[in-house]
């Protein structure tokens, strides 16, 4: 189970961490650049993972659209064809959609402390300021994931408003995984 989340975490951080360049798209559904996932067509984030003694990248492009039950979804596709559905809702808070269910990946106005349930798992929200050590990115905001039963620590997300996921730290029992943003197009 860990495993899946394990992997799924990373396909997210790697769909959000590919490049990313301003919206030049006015009619694109839901596009807002101070989004902290920009959501138009053609952007893209590159990321890199260790895995084991190499580095792998991995790109996420947001290849089109797609409507379910009325509401229409971003496609996110890594270079690894796995896909996710995003969209930002009515609030204005960016979900995801996972069979059926649509779950709440960044808040519309996120505030230090303030925490929802997603299925098994518990998102806190902390905000990070003038952070110089996070790759020259500062003001991010740091969403952690913990297991709602044993209250461990699942992931750390970083995000940049505008941007998009800076980094991405899985946890497992035995040791942890980054995914770090290399590059990044906005259109």
Known sequence: MKAKFSF???????ILFTSCSKDKDSTSVNSDPNSYIPLTLGNMWVYKTP?????ESIKQIITGTITK???TYYLLVNSKQDSVFLRKDDKGNIVKLTNGAETIIVPVNPVVGHGWISGDMVDTLVVVKNDAVVYAYTNLLEILTYDKSSNTLLSRDLYKKGVGLIRNI???LTDSTTTTLNSYELK
């Open 8 to 14: 799924f975490c990373i396909i997210v951080a790697t």
């Open 51 to 55: 895995d084991m003694s190499l580095t």
């Open 69 to 71: 039950n009325g509401k």
């Open 170 to 172: 899985t946890y497992s």
